[in-house]
């Protein structure tokens, strides 16, 4: 179930038969495939658009000029609707999914219809990201990192050694920069969707005014999108959310999450 949005095409995947349609994003380095897991559980109910992100899946031969900002977001939301026959939709995301997921709700709040939000990065927005993406010297940082990642690997492994990383996180991010071909994945994706960062307070005024229920399932081991802090900042953000807590780490696309999830959240 493929769309065109300006002049960029799409691919996507439909898991499930429900009624009610909801985008599905994924995270890093994921794919689309892995909302079969949620298909297969709430599929009943829901009809699931799964799209690979930029430069992921079957999506890596967008253009790496692509930015991902309110306005192209528009033309892109919009060729779903169409697609989708909708006029309002849902947003499942995970990680760097959740935070465009909360980006276009803060954007087009008259268009979402609800958000599932599984362990979403951007609670808070990290600096260091913001730096490299934002800003013109850590554009150059960022660019000298493909070829040269050796100054990230030390800050890694500085991590571990003073304490302040632990070494599960450590071995995701090494394993993230392992290869020159995933250093520019990760250069690429993180640079289209830089501006795809939810303003806290449109965001909040978006959920209450429009009354878009939000659900957000963290999982408690979670070392990527760390659990306690980004509890306390989507209680502050997140008006009249819904909160799932799965004694489970960071992946919540896997089968074992899912059916954690539909043991504790039944709609």
């Excluded at 429009?210 to 408690?220: A, D, M, Q, R």
Aim: hydrophobic fraction near 45%; glycine fraction near 8%.
């Amino acid at each position: 179930m493929n769309f065109q949005a300006g002049t960029i095409h799409w691919n996507a995947t439909r898991f499930g038969q429900g009624s009610q349609w909801l985008i599905a994003l994924h995270g890093y380095g994921q794919n689309a495939s892995l909302f079969r897991h949620f298909a297969e559980h709430y599929g009943d109910r829901y009809s699931i658009l799964a799209i690979d992100l930029a430069h992921h899946g079957s999506n890596t031969d967008i253009p790496s000029t692509l930015l991902f900002d309110d306005a192209y977001a528009r033309i892109w939301l919009e060729a779903i609707l169409e697609k989708t026959g909708m006029q309002r939709i849902g947003m499942l995301g995970f990680s760097i999914g959740g935070r465009i997921s909360m980006s276009l709700a803060s954007w087009f709040p008259d268009q979402i219809s609800e958000l599932i939000l599984l362990a979403p990065d951007g609670l808070p927005v990290s600096l260091t990201y913001r730096f490299l993406t934002r800003t013109w010297l850590g554009n150059v940082i960022f660019r000298r990192f493909i070829l040269y990642p050796g100054v990230a690997l030390g800050i890694i492994k500085a991590g571990v050694a003073c304490g302040w990383m632990p070494g599960k996180v450590a071995d995701y991010f090494k394993n993230e920069i392992s290869t020159l071909v995933k250093r520019q994945q990760l250069f690429d994706t993180w640079m289209t969707y830089r501006n795809a960062l939810p303003k806290k307070q449109r965001l909040r005024l978006a959920l209450k005014n429009k009354k878009i229920p939000v659900t957000c399932v963290l999982g408690k081991n979670d070392k990527v999108i760390p659990f306690k802090k980004t509890r306390k900042t989507a209680l502050e953000r997140l008006s009249g959310m819904q909160l799932v807590e799965l004694e489970i780490g960071h992946n919540l696309l896997s089968d074992k999450a899912m059916k954690l999830l539909s043991a504790n959240w039944r709609q």
